[in-house]
């Protein structure tokens, strides 16, 4: 089938009207000195409430870590980042503890279905985004260094907010 091209005006002949109008909609964007660009890194980028960063766990208030090794994480990721070993913390109040907790932060896909997953509230994605390196080992987040990762949440906010969940967390 011959497509029947639609017949130009003379004035959409001309041309020079419709580059007039683009020009005139690049002087207006101009003279409004709306900035669109951030100066980082001077300025440090304002993130949004819901920003997902780097991953911290969450510290019962004694300081050890409230996760419970139930592995409910690691199956929820879908980028398979995670690894754990669990221990007996000898403790009856708690079953098992994360004697070894990982996450290979170059995988991460920083969807937060860990956080998701988590029944007790354990690990969190916080607004820190600054961790870039040279280093490859340097993304892999140990227990230690995800714990350490606290520091990046205001000092009032570092114990989990939701008290329920009892039955998987007795602290
Ligand atoms: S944010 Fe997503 S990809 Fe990253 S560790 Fe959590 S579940 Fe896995
Ligand atoms: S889901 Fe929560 S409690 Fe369970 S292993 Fe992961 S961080 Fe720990």
Sequence with gaps: MITQRPRLSLWQNL??????RGMWITIRHM??????TCEYPEKPHAVPANFRGLHRLIQRPGGKERCVACELCLT???????????????DP??????????IDTLRC???????????CDAIELTPHYEFASHRR??????KDRLLDNNRF??????VSKVQTNETYLRV
Excluded: H
Aim: with cysteine; net charge negative.
């Design 15 to 20: 041309y020079l009207p419709e580059i007039l």
């Design 31 to 36: 003279i409004r000195f709306k900035q669109v």
């Design 76 to 90: 929820a990721c879908p980028a398979n980042c995670i690894s754990m070993v669990a221990a007996d913390p000898g």
């Design 93 to 102: 109040s708690v079953e098992k503890y994360p004697l070894r907790y990982e």
């Design 109 to 119: 896909i920083y969807c937060g279905f860990c956080e998701e997953a988590c029944p």
């Design 137 to 142: 080992e340097d993304f892999m987040y140990t």
């Design 153 to 158: 949440v205001p000092e009032g906010e570092r």
